[in-house]
């Protein structure tokens, strides 16, 4: 059983497109986050959402929007896609009652643009 | 605000010896500070923590991290290093944004190159 699933794995698509990353967690977590890792392979923090609320929105483009049905699911729509996007998108989850609880992350999305 | 250095990009061990990747890290209040470690093509694993009490943590797969107040450090280390161990890794320290949510703060990683 996956803990957090991402899907696609990997999403190849032009410039100017609109896409959707879904992601769902089975752990009963309340928060999950979206984090981008770039070329160099460095993460960073692009969303978090607890209990369906969005906390923390680190200088996002306005492209990028995060929806939440649920607590087990934060997908993550981009639209008009540009060539810098192009990255690998993580999605985790954790436990937010105490910082002591790290997080469980997804295996990833590979995101091209051509 | 709070950050994580990791100051080598790189780090190459021979199968057997032991090996340290270090972590620096500044924040306001007491840390939490985790380790992770990416293989390739893959997300990242949870390997240890360190929360409170005492400074040697053990983790998953023989690592172990010593946090260091004086020095603000955690670094991780193994006794015996195997080709294996060959990753990513990456530290972190979590801390408690305004809104009341936790975020986790990465640094930028060091690739562990163990030879045979």
């Known amino acids: 059983d996956t803990a957090v699933s991402q899907t696609p794995k990997y999403l190849v698509t032009q410039m100017g497109n609109d896409k959707s990353i879904k992601c769902e967690q089975n752990?009963?977590?309340?928060?999950m986050y979206w984090y981008k890792q770039d070329s160099k392979k460095f993460l960073k923090i692009m969303f978090s959402?607890?209990?369906?609320?969005?906390?923390i929105n680190e200088t996002v483009p306005n492209r990028f929007s995060p929806k939440s049905p649920d607590k087990a699911h934060l997908n993550l729509h981009i639209n008009s896609l540009e060539l810098g996007d192009s990255a690998v998108y993580f999605c985790?989850?954790?436990?937010?009652?105490?910082?002591?609880?790290?997080?469980?992350f997804g295996s990833g999305t590979r995101l091209t643009v051509v | 605000a709070q950050s994580v250095a990791q100051p080598e990009d790189q780090v190459n061990v021979a199968e057997g010896n032991p090996l340290t990747v270090k972590c620096t890290y500044s924040?306001?209040?007491?840390?939490?500070l985790f380790w992770y470690v990416q293989y390739p093509n893959r997300g990242l694993q949870f390997l240890l923590k360190?929360?409170?009490?005492?400074?040697l943590v053990k983790g998953s797969y023989g690592f172990e991290a010593e946090f260091n107040k004086s020095q603000t450090s955690f670094h991780l280390k193994k006794p015996s290093a195997l080709v294996s161990d060959s990753a990513l890794y990456f530290c972190?320290?979590?801390?408690?944004?305004?809104?009341?949510?936790?975020?986790?703060?990465f640094g930028k990683g060091t690739h562990l190159i163990i030879q045979p």
């Open positions: 985790a989850s954790s436990q937010t009652q105490g910082a002591s609880y790290g997080y469980t």
């Open positions: 924040v306001s209040g007491n840390p939490y």
């Open positions: 959402y607890n209990n369906k609320e969005l906390i």
């Open positions: 360190y929360i409170t009490g005492d400074n």
């Open positions: 972190a320290v979590r801390v408690r944004s305004g809104g009341g949510a936790d975020g986790l703060t």
């Open positions: 752990l009963g977590h309340d928060t």
